[in-house]
């Protein structure tokens, strides 16, 4: 509810800024049409209902702003978390008065003086300091605002495909503002220059007095020195607490390389890896929404307390055995052992990973090898620059390929690779997941030689071969040298087929197998029986001169062969 309130409010306040700065950007057509919306503006924020929600929601916001800086136990924050806190508790300090000299003013004192043609005059003619300011508070406010919404929506799949479009959009609605503004005071610059004019211009709005003004200076300084002093006081009552806290006592957090760091009770787990730099994987920013902080804890008896509600909600969407638990919202009271079960770099969709094949369990999957045909012969009598050049645009090619598709990029073996398909959605979903990539790699295979058919004297060959059957899937390694991989006799088996297009000289091997499970038709291609060393059973696989011949999924199969008599 906290979390709610808080990016709530927020979007209040952030659509109250946008119209502004909006309003500020129609500057560039004309001062009249500046004056006309900010009317439009003005009647819907300026009726008591919307007054009441914009001043609640400032009021939420800023107080749970604060409790927020009261809950943390660090404030070594990576640049953009530390950024957006400050730029968050300078926006009241900056804006209190440009508030008081035109909404208190009007709603105290009876003041007309809310026209741009006034305040543009008094912002960029009368006192320019305070125009910079008044401009550089608005971007202050955007910026912030801007980052919030980025930490609140990087959790999202779909968010990194559209990344690029809304830092565009951030960036280009305070610029397109302040070439308004710029535009508009130039205009008003040159009309004041005419001492009539502004007598003229003026003589209908109804300034406050002297006396008045005094008051509202008054109120400006003490606004602007209560919200400053708000500030440092959770800041003061922070280190308070922590100097309280070690005299009763630390807890000890021990993390797998052997490092030990000793907190504060009440210091989360993640908070603990930022204060002595242990890289951890936090996508949200530690706010118990992406999963990605993960860890295996171990602890004795009282030392660590039930998962609240929100956490609990998290930890059964990724299936979470009882000893994993979220880092951003694990305090223990005692001392602990903890694992990250995910890498430092981890991205949002990791979060959508789920635990439970993390620790070692059975599934059935279809497994794909791929393989480049003469490599060494490559690779002979080039520099190591373009030998890795091209083997990075060949894995780029591949992991794009199984990554589009659902697949997962198990690991890469010298100029090969090994993927897996179905982990969470199944056999039959992974079968035409392996299928479908096999195809796109077919297909992007052809762009990348066509795109370095002057680097290469012929074009690069690869095989694949696929197979689906019963595996055992588990983090499994040492150290930081650990990943999810898969063992067992069908990843023996696909390797085998991935061998044997050699022999066939074809492209892709499958199984047929993993054919049936598809639920494709591939009586079109060949039918083989092959022996599979270990095995006694002979394994029926289908090849593919090239596996871009594969029907696209929604298409037709392809016609079978025509045998003559």
């Known amino acids: 509810m906290t979390r709610r309130l808080r990016l709530w409010s927020g979007l209040v306040m952030l659509a109250y800024v946008t119209m502004h700065l909006a309003n500020h950007a129609i500057g560039l057509i004309s001062l009249r049409a500046m004056n006309s919306v900010l009317g439009w503006v003005v009647w819907l924020w300026g009726n008591p209902p919307a007054q009441v929600l914009l001043y609640s929601a400032f009021l939420v916001h800023f107080t749970l702003a604060l409790w927020a800086l009261w809950e943390r136990r660090t404030l070594r924050l990576n640049i953009g978390e530390l950024t957006q806190v400050v730029l968050g508790f300078a926006v009241p300090i900056l804006v209190v008065q440009h508030v008081v000299g035109t909404r208190l003013s009007h709603d105290v004192f009876g003041t007309a003086n809310n026209n741009y043609t006034f305040v543009l005059w008094v912002l960029f003619v009368h006192s320019p300091w305070h125009g910079a300011l008044q401009l550089a508070t608005l971007i202050i406010a955007w910026a912030h605002a801007m980052l919030g919404l980025h930490f609140w929506l990087k959790v999202r799949l779909w968010y990194a495909r559209l990344q690029s479009i809304a830092f565009a959009t951030a960036l280009m609605v305070p610029v397109l503002s302040m070439l308004g503004a710029i535009e508009a005071s130039r205009q008003i610059a040159a009309l004041a220059a005419d001492p009539a004019w502004t007598r003229e211009a003026f003589a209908y709005f109804r300034l406050p007095s002297p006396a008045e003004q005094q008051?509202?200076?008054?109120?400006?300084?003490?606004?602007?020195?209560?919200?400053?002093?708000?500030?440092?006081?959770?800041?003061?009552?922070?280190?308070?607490r922590r100097l309280w806290?070690?005299?009763?006592?630390?807890?000890?957090?021990?993390?797998?390389?052997?490092?030990?760091v000793e907190v504060t009770p009440g210091t989360s787990v993640l908070e603990a890896s930022r204060l002595v730099g242990i890289p951890?994987?936090?996508?949200?920013?530690?706010?118990?929404?992406?999963?990605?902080?993960?860890?295996?804890?171990?602890?004795?008896?009282?030392?660590?307390?039930?998962?609240?509600?929100?956490?609990?909600?998290?930890?059964?969407?990724?299936?979470?055995?009882?000893?994993?638990?979220?880092?951003?919202?694990?305090?223990?009271?005692?001392?602990?052992?903890?694992?990250?079960?995910?890498?430092?770099?981890?991205?949002?969709?990791?979060?959508?990973?789920?635990?439970?094949?993390?620790?070692?369990?059975?599934?059935?999957?279809?497994?794909?090898?791929?393989?480049?045909?003469?490599?060494?012969?490559?690779?002979?009598?080039?520099?190591?620059?373009?030998?890795?050049?091209?083997?990075?645009?060949y894995f780029a090619a591949v992991g794009r390929s199984v990554e589009s598709v659902g697949g997962r990029v198990d690991k890469f073996l010298g100029?090969?690779?090994?993927?897996?398909?179905?982990?969470?959605?199944?056999?039959?979903?992974?079968?035409?997941?392996?299928?479908?990539?096999?195809?796109?790699?077919?297909?992007?295979?052809?762009?990348?030689?066509?795109?370095?058919?002057?680097?290469?004297?012929?074009?690069?060959?690869?095989?694949?071969?696929?197979?689906?059957?019963?595996?055992?899937?588990?983090?499994?390694?040492?150290?930081?040298?650990?990943?999810i991989t898969a063992i067992g006799d069908?990843?023996?088996?696909?390797?085998?087929?991935?061998?044997?297009?050699?022999?066939?000289?074809?492209?892709?091997?499958?199984?047929?197998?993993?054919?049936?499970?598809?639920?494709?038709?591939?009586?079109?291609?060949?039918?083989?029986?092959?022996?599979?060393?270990g095995k006694r059973e002979m394994l029926a696989v289908r090849t593919l001169g090239r596996a871009a011949d594969l029907s696209p999924p929604g298409a037709a199969a392809p016609a079978p062969e025509t045998v003559t008599a």
């Open 215 to 240: 008051v509202l200076s008054e109120i400006t300084n003490s606004l602007g020195w209560f919200f400053a002093g708000i500030v440092a006081a959770v800041l003061l009552a922070r280190f308070m």
């Open 245 to 260: 806290q070690r005299r009763h006592g630390l807890v000890r957090i021990a993390y797998p390389d052997g490092r030990v």
């Open 280 to 393: 951890h994987a936090h996508i949200c920013g530690g706010r118990g929404r992406c999963s990605t902080c993960r860890v295996r804890v171990r602890g004795a008896v009282g030392s660590i307390d039930p998962p609240a509600e929100p956490e609990r909600r998290i930890l059964r969407r990724i299936g979470a055995t009882p000893n994993v638990r979220l880092a951003c919202q694990l305090r223990p009271k005692g001392p602990v052992e903890v694992t990250p079960l995910l890498p430092p770099f981890a991205y949002a969709r990791d979060g959508s990973r789920r635990v439970d094949f993390a620790q070692g369990s059975e599934r059935e999957i279809a497994i794909m090898f791929t393989d480049i045909r003469g490599f060494t012969a490559l690779s002979e009598g080039r520099l190591p620059y373009d030998v890795v050049f091209i083997l990075n645009r």
């Open 415 to 483: 100029d090969g690779v090994m993927a897996l398909f179905g982990i969470e959605n199944g056999a039959p979903e992974g079968c035409r997941g392996a299928l479908a990539a096999a195809r796109l790699i077919s297909e992007r295979m052809a762009e990348l030689n066509a795109s370095l058919q002057d680097e290469i004297d012929q074009p690069m060959r690869i095989g694949i071969g696929i197979h689906a059957g019963p595996i055992i899937i588990g983090e499994m390694g040492f150290g930081t040298v650990s990943s």
């Open 490 to 533: 069908a990843v023996n088996t696909a390797s085998r087929l991935q061998e044997l297009s050699k022999e066939y000289d074809c492209e892709l091997v499958v199984s047929e197998a993993v054919v049936l499970r598809a639920g494709l038709d591939l009586s079109g291609f060949p039918r083989q029986e092959v022996e599979i060393r």
